[in-house]
């Protein structure tokens, strides 16, 4: 099985580049993590908001893996403890399905993309920068993968 985080935005800063580099390096042979970049809908003054998340939803549906299971970011969706994390990984690991995780840009995912999604996953009430929720996602699997393999990184 394999992983790859869609996410809104370009250009990570540098520090969130590298933290999200060191934990897809350590999932590499647990999860493969791909990270596919999108780019963002237009905005600004004069701009339609709306327009650019339907943009975006295209893009983000279009680097989509084949048949891979989804799961959208989204403030509304469930909030899973690391070890219930854990638990959804280990089912997804039985479905024999690739994986897909979207981070949507600042309006949140068009309304297609969370129509197609399989799940929806939140981190939880606080707002959170996007490129932020890159590196938490990544080390937050990394934590799951290493609760499933006995690793001692977790120690609640």
């Given at each position: 099985?394999?992983?790859?985080?869609?996410?809104?935005?370009e250009k990570a800063p540098g520090w969130v580049a590298e933290g999200f580099a060191e934990y897809q390096k350590r999932l590499s042979h647990w999860l493969p993590?791909?990270?596919?970049?999108?780019?963002?809908?237009?905005?600004?003054?004069?701009r339609d908001a709306a327009r650019a998340m339907a943009d975006?939803?295209?893009?983000?549906?279009?680097?989509?893996?084949r048949n891979a299971w989804v799961v959208a970011l989204d403030g509304r969706g469930k909030a899973w403890s690391s070890e219930q994390l854990a638990q959804r990984l280990e089912h997804w690991r039985q479905q024999g399905r690739d994986l897909a995780f979207l981070i949507g840009g600042p309006e949140g995912h068009?309304?297609?993309v969370l129509a197609a999604a399989d799940e929806?996953?939140?981190?939880?009430?606080?707002?959170?920068?996007?490129?932020?929720?890159r590196l938490v996602l990544a080390e937050q699997v990394y934590r799951a993968a290493s609760l499933?393999?006995?690793?001692?990184y977790h120690r609640a």
């Open positions: 099985m394999k992983a790859r985080l869609v996410a809104v935005g993590l791909e990270l596919v970049e999108v780019a963002p809908g237009l905005r600004g003054k004069g975006e939803g295209v893009r983000v549906q279009a680097a989509l893996p068009a309304p297609d929806t996953w939140s981190l939880g009430p606080l707002t959170l920068p996007h490129m932020l929720v499933l393999a006995n690793h001692p």
